[in-house]
């Protein structure tokens, strides 16, 4: 079976729906400071920001997958940088209250639309802005945007970011196919090397091999070979590759160990753009 055909249908859409519920149980919680608060693994954003942009892409995704699931896949919109202007701008003329609601409502649509997916349905083409993905590979993008997003909102809050095993699992399986987005082989177009990163759950090992100016991530076992390994937990792992932690400290503090060359690792780092 296809690997992204088996995790959409290895409980992500429960995991999504229970991660949006989480969101909006902080969120509810939040007085005007709060919303106002600074995200500082997304850039400017405060959290206001952060949840118009999670309403966003679940408006975004809900209706693509309709679309598909109509017979009709394809762009939700024919000019998507005026059309999430304009949604945006709509989103931050709400206040606090509004904005929650707003969010919990496309949660809603996108989670009833996720659940109408049948099996058959998984290989449908579906659009993204990134081009034309399958019904599948939607379905699982969206747990990993609420579950890294929910990250950065509690992380900001100074609460309890840990993400729990099953979502953690899913996104970590979900990273082999995600990585092409992330990985720049024309950064360092000399880096002809392999590198593996070890989340002390050998199945979930991942192989990078850069070379020729390309990079791939294929999954490993411990006994891949590998010029640099990077050992890790799961979730450090995740979230310094998607640029979340600073992996400088992570590995001052222990967090995250490299075996192999440090030189080779930094160019490694390079080649990892953030989304």
């Known amino acids: ?58 408006e975004m995704l809900g209706s693509s997958v309709r679309k598909s699931l ?17 949604i945006y701008g709509a989103k931050k003329a709400l206040n606090d209250e509004q904005l929650l609601t707003d969010f919990r409502t496309h949660a809603a649509e996108i989670s009833a639309t996720l659940e109408k997916v049948r099996h058959d349905d998984l290989t449908t083409p579906g659009w993204h ?22 990250y950065d909102l509690m992380n900001a809050l100074g609460r309890d970011a840990r993400m729990n095993e099953e979502t953690l699992g899913i996104c970590l399986d979900y990273l082999i196919t995600a990585s ?20 002390h759950d050998p199945a979930r090992d991942i192989v990078f091999r850069f070379g020729g100016g390309q990079a791939t991530a294929t999954a490993g076992r411990a006994a891949s070979p590998a010029e640099v390994v990077f050992h890790s937990d799961g979730q450090t792992w995740l979230l310094c590759f998607v640029n979340r932690i600073d ?21 490694f780092w390079k080649s990892v753009k953030t989304v």
């Not at 802005?129 to 929910?150: D, F, K, S």
């Not at 992330?182 to 990163?197: C, E, H, P, V």
């Open 129 to 150: 802005p990134a081009g034309m993905w399958t019904v599948a590979r939607i379905v699982v993008q969206w747990l990993w945007e609420v579950a890294i997003h929910r």
């Open 180 to 199: 092409g987005r992330y990985l720049n082989g024309q950064a360092d177009s000399a880096l002809d090397a392999t590198f593996r990163a070890s989340t």
């Open 70 to 86: 109509a017979g009709n896949p394809g762009p939700v919109w024919a000019d998507i940088a005026t059309a999430r202007s304009a």
């Open 1 to 58: 079976m296809d690997a992204l055909i088996a995790l959409a249908e290895s409980g992500v859409r429960e995991q999504a729906a229970r991660e949006c519920r989480r969101v909006a149980e902080t969120l509810d919680g939040l007085g005007p400071a709060g919303w106002r608060t600074k995200v500082p693994t997304c850039g400017e954003w405060t959290v206001r920001e952060l949840t118009a942009h999670l309403a966003f892409v679940a």
């Open 247 to 267: 992996r400088a400290e992570a590995v001052a503090t222990g967090k995250l160990r490299v075996e192999g060359d440090p030189a080779l690792a930094d160019r």
